[in-house]
């Protein structure tokens, strides 16, 4: 998995065609390949309100159980914004180095 930086929203046509149909290279600067894990819980109380009460929940619980087994700067965890499926909440988006990108429900 990779990281691109300094793209606006003037460059998603451009990105998508360069990058992700013809598989080419993002000129404008260099790709950066994942270092650590993220994990990003849904905690959006005033889109719905079981994220705002499970989320945050979720995130203390992820952070804890990263201290117990020695992972901090390995896996970074983060609230975010509604991903969608809320009424399964905690939801979670897991991104790491070697997948692409894992939607969990029911933590």
């Not at 404008?28 to 849904?42: D, M, T």
């Not at 970074?76 to 969608?84: D, E, T």
């Amino acid at each position: 998995m990779e990281i691109y930086r300094r793209l606006t929203h003037f460059d998603v046509e451009t990105f998508v065609e360069e990058v992700i149909v013809k598989e080419g290279e993002w000129l404008p600067g260099n790709p950066e390949s994942l270092k650590a894990s993220y994990v990003f819980v849904c905690s959006h109380g005033s889109r719905d309100r079981r994220c705002g009460v499970f989320g945050p929940v979720l995130v203390s619980r992820f952070r804890e159980e990263i201290g117990l087994h020695g992972l901090q700067g390995k896996v970074l965890v983060s609230s975010c914004s509604h991903i969608g499926g809320n009424k399964y909440a905690g939801n979670v988006i897991i991104i790491g180095s070697s997948i692409n990108g894992e939607v969990t429900g029911h933590l």
